[in-house]
């Protein structure tokens, strides 16, 4: 349902997004040519292993790459506008507005020195045109949205006050306070004891889901994909290798990396696994073999694999950036 | 938060305690007191008196608790060479002393503070490479040729600012002020400069490197991502956190402060307590030097004891922190 609506604008729509890193020895080309859209209200997961460009592609969104990063190429759309060219105070209306960011880390997010309610209201006031007793009333009821007992007299204490779980739920307060259209997560319960990431992820799904806010979630564990996540797009070396509904990504993977992941993801109840089901370890950015990134470690490769990267196409349900469905991509070649 | 306070009491106690046997030990190592105070020409008979009014007959013990029962109450005795009790002369000069120490601490925190943050927000400007540059100039420069450099200009060339002493100044009860008078506030201007220079260039580097630093931390970049705008981030979310290591430094910097003036007062001749010291050392007047050093170790431990209870206003995690207080 979430894929193919045509008559529904989506919330987010990334086009051919490119980033490079500037530094002396060369440039580096960290994201390539990354396209998918988020629909209102869906949820995307986004999976691959450490370095693959998950967060970038994230930071990207909001603006908040830093030097020496830039984007080279591409467009970001948000509800039909364009917010890639927007400039610095564009790009800040946007932020916390229109877009709220969870980090990985809820224990640095906050700042030390100010009450969490104060960093709430500060959010709000600055996005909203309400008094400051209203902001306070909204962190107020955003706080026991969140699930902190006592919020009342919680709102007043300092972030070292709180556990790291109930932090985050802080942070997905203050991520929500000005009600935006979409929020990207990245890897939010990393960090967090096993036992409270459960609890976070679903109090995030929940939510969001009240409120018809798009998530775009960052993340390693291919078990919380499959429960939460409508689509998921799995990336490999700066680029989207295979995206597509949850269901048809697990259940048939096209591209032999998202094969490999699916492979990994722990059986109901089971303790999370890392990505390691794959042998061999993802190429640094400045030694990415010419055509597939994957093939030195994919067991089906074939010839063509080395000469060419092969195109994002569509293979059934899903899409999937592999020559060994080049039925697929002549068709669509021939199409175009 | 009160446990905390008591330590940081017994600390300081125990300092100048330590520092009040140092100055004690001075007599009985510098130089004789009895013939320092009765001239050489003094009979047996004479000498023997006196050292037995003195106390010098007793245990040392008993010598150093009547030593640290006086000076308590302010009390070192007579000054060899100008025969005046010691706490009259410190309580003459100490006026000149603070209002020179306490603008220049003034000038040095309040600028630093501010080119420091002025540099860390705008990193790559024109005016932050000039700020950054006279800075190396101002730590590498030792203060008495700041001083004289100052003197030559202001004073020698332009003949704008007084080179030497207070000026006039206005007595209050005991206390004698330079900063009623024009004259007193003119000859201000040139000492707090030079005893300031160092100290502000020193907190300058530091507030911005320590900005720069805290710029970089996550809760920043997670302000940055809920759209707070950037004078915000910078003079609320970031100032904050930078000022609590600075405030430590910079306090101990201020401390040393009233050590530095020494040089200061020599350079302006400034009748402070600077100079006493140096007029002292210069004839082993023992009482004096002793009181000299009470002086500064009792400033030094009321910096830190200060410095102490600032931290508890600007970190909330002190205030609260059972975990934090247990830590170390
Ligand atoms: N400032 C930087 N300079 C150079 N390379 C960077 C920089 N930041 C990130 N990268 C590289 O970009 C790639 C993607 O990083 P990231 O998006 O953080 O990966 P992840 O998927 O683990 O979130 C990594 O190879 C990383 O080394
Ligand atoms: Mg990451």
Redesign the interface.
Known sequence: MATGDTAMEPVLSVRNLSLEFVTRRGVLRALNEISFDIARGEVLGVVGESGAGKSLTGTAI?G?IDKPGRLSGGEIWLKGQRIDNIGHDGL??????RI??I?Q?PL????????VGDQIA??VL??MPVSKAEARARALALLTEVGIPAPESRIDA?P??FSGGMRQRV?IA??L??EPDLIIADEPTTALDVSVQAQIITLLKRLCRTRGTSVMLITHDMGVIAETADRVAVMYAGRIVEIGPVADVIRQPKHPYATGLMGAIPALGAKVQRLTQISGAMPRLNAIPAGCAFRPRCTEAIGKCAEAVPPLVPVGATSARCWLHEAQVERSASHG | MFAFAIRSLAQGVLVLVTVAFIAFSMFRFVGDPVVNMLGQEATQQDRQELTERLGLNDPWPIQFARFLGNAAQGEFGVSYRQGRKVSDLIKERLPATLELAVLSAIFATGLGVLLGVYAAINRTGFVSNVIMTTSLIGVSLPTFLIGIGLIYIFAVELRWLPSFGRGDVVRLGWWSTGLLTESGRKSLILPVLTLGFFQLTLIMRLVRAEMLEVMRADFIRFARARGIADRSIELRHALRNTLIPVVTIAGLQLGSVIAFAIVTETVFQWPGLGALFVNAVQFADVPVMSAYLMFVAAVFVIVNLTVDLLYFILDPRLRSGRRVAKGH
């Open positions: 909001i908040l800040r209306k946007i932020r916390g507005r709220g960011m980090f880390d640095t997010s906050l700042n030390p020195l100010f009450r500060e959010t600055t996005h300092y070292h006050e942070v203050l991520a306070a000005a």
